[in-house]
């Protein structure tokens, strides 16, 4: 089954212990991404990845890293959590299909920081 | 910087009635994405839109594309209570052949009463 797994689903953690969400994709897509998603504001873009070593900013990417070391793996880390980075958390998956790209979203991970 | 607007954010609606959910946007793009997403669970693809007048219908559901206007709207033929959810436009602003960006709109909670 074509899939994106984020591990782990929900996560409390204290302020300053740095943390990694996984993403992994079994598409062979090229293209990866992050996305928080909070109240009242939709989803923001964090980091994108065009393909391996290709990785750049999104709108918020204060307080994070990625890395895109293999095509399937997208993880992202954060090495000083804060409590303003509690949020529910998305990866994506995309590739071309035709004129237009077709993204494929993960179960989500909700990260509570205190 | 692009900017996507959903209006209303939350809908209360009985059953058998008809509504628009509106999504306007400020910059050009041909490439707009509805999505649905249920409570604690990912984003599920409903609709892709990829030309000026575009549209499309699945179920009770309808989309279209104005590209003119910068709008793009979600009809609700007699409401379900199996539509309650939260529904988000997306705009892809970076289209091109190698690069793509979603910027989602806020999103609108839709709750169908009987």
């Known amino acids: 089954e074509a899939q994106v797994t984020q591990n782990p689903r929900y996560l409390i953690t204290v302020t300053g212990k740095k943390l990694t969400v996984t993403c992994s994709q079994n598409?062979?897509?090229?293209?990866m991404s992050w996305y928080r998603q909070d109240p009242g504001l939709g989803l923001r873009q964090i980091y994108y990845?065009?393909?391996?070593?290709?990785?750049d900013k999104g709108d918020v990417p204060e307080g994070y890293k990625v890395s895109r070391k293999e095509k399937r793996n997208f993880p992202l880390i954060l090495e000083s959590p804060s409590p303003n980075q509690t949020s529910l958390y998305f990866c994506?998956?995309?590739?071309?299909?035709?004129?237009?790209?077709?993204?494929?979203f993960g179960s989500g991970t909700r990260l509570t920081v205190v | 910087e692009l900017k996507v607007e959903q209006n209303p954010l939350f809908l209360s609606m009985q059953e058998g009635k008809n509504y628009t959910i509106y999504c306007n946007y400020s910059?050009?793009?041909?490439?707009l994405y509805w999505y649905r997403q249920d409570p604690g669970k990912s984003l599920e693809s409903l609709f892709v839109?990829?030309?000026?007048?575009a549209v499309k219908q699945e179920g009770r559901l309808m989309a279209s594309l104005d590209t003119k206007a910068r709008l793009s709207t979600l009809h609700i033929t007699a409401a379900v209570h199996d539509l309650s959810a939260t529904y988000f436009c997306?705009?892809?602003?970076?289209?091109?052949?190698?690069?793509?960006?979603?910027?989602f709109g806020t999103g609108t909670r839709l709750q169908v009463t009987l």
């Open positions: 994506a998956s995309s590739t071309r299909q035709g004129t237009y790209y077709g993204y494929t």
């Open positions: 839109l990829l030309s000026n007048g």
């Open positions: 997306a705009v892809d602003s970076r289209y091109t052949g190698t690069a793509s960006k979603l910027t």
């Open positions: 990845s065009m393909n391996v070593e290709v990785t």
């Open positions: 910059t050009t793009s041909d490439r």
């Open positions: 598409m062979n897509h090229e293209y």
